[in-house]
């Protein structure tokens, strides 16, 4: 099974506080990979530094494949419409104007949020505007999903029409790597990664497939 993430020897401080410590492990084709950890475990820094937004002190990170990046902060311009969104976060991915309408309207009914189309992000509340910040990670049909505590404010329709197109996308062979804080959800998840200490634990159904490639203990 091909791998679409691979994480080897991954080291990070800030100063002198070591937030990741040799942390590795492998992402393959068709899993869905749950991280948890204590607040300030590392969490957010370990998904910023497989998406490329920080610089590890050591380590490497190869990625294989169209990523798609849901930070747990939405990154959405306020003076633009959710449409003006869509459209300008796929012109960045390189996708057409049609496909890009075709693809976002999918995606707006798909999350319940077509009727916000035209409304500036500054007048949308906290759960439409995670909504928007999710289908601007999805636009441009990535093989690797990598969400910082994606459903954030979502309503229980929302929430359940977001693990439904995760396993649909898991199904078809894509992979989806997310934050979590909510122990009801350890059921969903093919693999765990703890991050402890630094470190990562690997647990889980299929946790033989998310080999380490660090000295982390599994």
Not at 46 to 64: A, M, T, Y
Not at 84 to 95: D, K, P, S, T, V
Request: glycine fraction near 12%; proline fraction near 3%; charged fraction near 30%.
């Amino acid at each position: 099974m091909a791998a679409l993430i691979t994480v080897r020897g991954l080291a990070k401080r800030y100063g002198r506080r070591r937030v990741l410590e040799d942390v590795g492990f492998t992402v393959p084709e068709g899993v869905l990979v749950g991280i948890q950890g204590e607040n300030g475990a590392g969490k957010s820094t370990l998904l910023k530094c497989l998406v490329g937004l920080l610089r590890p002190d050591r380590g490497s990170v190869e990625l294989h494949g169209r990523i798609g990046y849901c930070p747990q902060d939405p990154s959405l311009i306020e003076s633009l419409t959710v449409r003006e969104q869509f459209e300008l976060f796929g012109a960045g991915y390189g996708l057409d104007p049609d496909e890009i309408a075709e693809r976002a309207e999918a995606l707006m009914d798909e999350f319940g949020c077509a009727r916000y189309a035209d409304t500036r992000v500054d007048r949308l509340s906290g759960g439409t505007r995670q909504k928007v910040n999710l289908i601007a990670a999805l636009l441009h049909r990535p093989d690797v999903l990598v969400l910082d505590e994606p459903y954030q404010g979502f309503d229980y329709e929302t929430y359940r029409r977001f693990w439904e197109y995760a396993e649909l996308h898991r199904a078809t062979g894509g992979s989806v790597v997310v934050v979590s804080h909510m122990h009801t959800e350890l059921s969903r998840f093919d693999a765990m990664l703890d991050l402890v200490d630094g470190r990562v634990r690997v647990s889980g159904r299929r946790a033989d497939e998310v080999r380490l490639g660090g000295r982390a203990a599994a």
